[in-house]
């Protein structure tokens, strides 16, 4: 399968700092998603970024799909406790290819 | 809103048991996932589904069946259980062509 390189593997931040996580691959894709675990729960989508270079914003969250088509970043700006959770990058290549994800912790 | 339903949150078995993990999805989807997920690999596909009585291996099937009779209902089959299959396990449905997944809240499977 597909491989994507997912880091930071984890962060452990305070409240109210900007995080940052990337992933990139060896391959061009079409399409990247960034999908959010919260604990006990299965994934879901934040957000979908389908061009080279386009930059998207979810409230707190902006994502960005690299002009190389190789890579994408996840930004989440001024962070809450309720941003705890896995966060996956995910390409599209017929079915869905998952990074390993980059768990988030935020302490008050 | 769509709702995948995991039939078992948690589950423990025996080596060599029989294993059955359902996952039903209430929005007429066409395609349905059986994925697993460990610590530091992220979820990995096992197997996958377009349709009823359909089924195409993912990208670790070993181990592991499924079976569709139904549109809504994706059952996914552990012959002989093994320790190494110790995993979560979550399903998945989406639209034909949609890449938006909705995900069922997993099974966390242990096998002793």
């Known amino acids: 399968g597909q491989q994507l390189n997912q880091s930071p593997q984890s962060m452990f931040i305070q409240e109210g700092e900007d995080v940052s996580m990337n992933c990139t691959s060896s391959?061009?894709?079409?399409?990247w998603l960034w999908y959010k675990q919260d604990p006990g729960e299965g994934p879901v989508l934040l957000i979908a970024?389908?061009?080279?270079?386009e930059l998207t914003s979810n409230g707190r969250l902006t994502a960005q799909f690299g002009i190389t088509r190789k890579d994408s970043f996840l930004n989440i700006s001024a962070s809450i406790p309720s941003d705890v959770g896995i966060y996956f990058c995910?390409?599209?290549?017929?079915?869905?290819?998952f990074g390993q994800g980059t768990i988030l912790t935020v302490h008050p | 809103d769509v709702k995948v339903t995991q039939s078992s949150r948690y589950l423990v078995k025996r080596t060599g048991e029989k294993v059955f993990l359902e996952c039903v999805q209430d929005?007429?989807?066409?395609?349905m996932f059986w994925y697993r997920q460990d610590p530091g690999l992220g979820l990995r596909l096992i197997y996958f589904?377009?349709?009823?009585?359909?089924?195409e291996k993912g990208d670790i099937p070993e181990g592991y069946s499924v079976s569709r009779e139904k549109k809504e209902r994706f059952s996914l089959i552990l012959e002989s259980a093994s320790t190494n299959q110790t995993s979560m396990y979550l399903c998945?449905?989406?639209?034909?062509?949609?890449?938006?997944?909705?995900f069922g809240s997993g099974t966390r499977l242990t096998v002793v």
């Open positions: 995910v390409t599209s290549y017929g079915k869905l290819t």
């Open positions: 998945a449905s989406s639209l034909e062509g949609y890449y938006g997944y909705t």
């Open positions: 589904s377009y349709d009823v009585k359909m089924k």
């Open positions: 970024l389908y061009k080279a270079g």
């Open positions: 929005m007429d989807h066409e395609n």
């Open positions: 391959s061009i894709f079409n399409t």
